[in-house]
Nanobody
Framework: QVQLVESGGGSVQAGGSLRLSCAAS????????MGWFRQAPGKEREGVAT???????GYVDSVKGRITISRDNAKNTLYLQIDSLKPEDTAMYYC???????????????????WGQGAQVTISS
């Protein structure tokens, strides 16, 4: 049974930094595509970052330069570092994992079959 558990969310002032973690069980981080998505109230879920099986990252244009996706295979954990936080970064952040694709990781929620419960990130100005 695959479980993805996010942590590290919270309330932060604009300009600060945050690191989200996604601990996986029943699934090996690094085997397939993984990603981070976010959903703000009243908006659709948005893909922000992906990482493929050889560690190549991909980012949505709106966050490039402020977000870094990484993983620790030994800890079986995926991370998302967000710097220079803005109020528009406020959202529920979800970790997602694919079960088939290794190389081409899309910023589309439909590619991913396993999801965490989400971590709330709230940025105040």
């Amino acid at each position: 049974q695959v479980q993805l558990v996010e942590s590290g969310g919270g309330s932060v002032q604009a300009g600060g930094s945050l690191r989200l973690s996604c601990a996986a069980s029943g699934y090996t981080v690094g085997d397939y595509c993984m990603g981070w998505f976010r959903q703000a109230p009243g908006k659709e879920r948005e893909g922000v970052a992906t990482i493929n099986s050889i560690g190549q990252p991909g980012y949505v244009d709106s966050v490039k330069g402020r977000i870094t996706i990484s993983r620790d295979n030994a800890k079986n954990t995926l991370y998302l570092q967000i710097d220079s936080l803005k109020p528009e970064d406020t959202a529920m952040y979800y970790c997602a994992a694919d079960g088939g694709a290794r190389w081409r990781c899309l910023l589309q929620a439909t590619q991913y079959i396993y999801w965490g419960q989400g971590a709330q990130v709230t940025i105040s100005s």
